[in-house]
Nanobody
Framework: QVQLVESGGGLVQAGESLRLSCAASGRTFSGYAMGWFRQAPGKEREFVAAISGNGGSTYYAESVKGRFTISRDNAKNTVYLQMNSLKPEDTAVYLC??????????????????WGQGTQVTVSS
């Protein structure tokens, strides 16, 4: 059974940085795309970033372009989300997801078969 465990969330002030990690187990990791989504109270889950299975392509929501960077370390079965210049509107539970293919429609939740439980990111003003 696949498990995804996020870590690295916390409380920071606006303008500061956090790095989220997502460790995967139970399934081969290197050939599959990985994504980050977030969900704030009262709002729908939204796409944040994704990285292709071979790590050669990355994709970002417009709201985080230039501030967030997704990366992966296949040797560690881990995907990261480096979040810089955080804003209060970035406050949400961040979830990582393992896709069912190496590439595709990264913004769509149906591309992903497995999800972590999430880690809370809170950005104060």
């Amino acid at each position: 059974q696949v498990q995804l465990v996020e870590s690295g969330g916390g409380l920071v002030q606006a303008g500061e940085s956090l790095r989220l990690s997502c460790a995967a187990s139970g399934r081969t990791f290197s050939g599959y795309a990985m994504g980050w989504f977030r969900q704030a109270p009262g709002k729908e889950r939204e796409f944040v970033a994704a990285i292709s299975g071979n790590g050669g392509s990355t994709y970002y929501a417009e709201s985080v372009k230039g501030r967030f960077t997704i990366s992966r370390d296949n040797a560690k079965n881990t995907v990261y989300l480096q979040m810089n210049s955080l804003k209060p509107e970035d406050t949400a539970v961040y979830l990582c997801a393992l896709a069912n293919a190496g590439s595709g429609y990264y913004r769509l939740e149906r591309m992903y078969d497995y999800w972590g439980q999430g880690t809370q990111v809170t950005v104060s003003s």
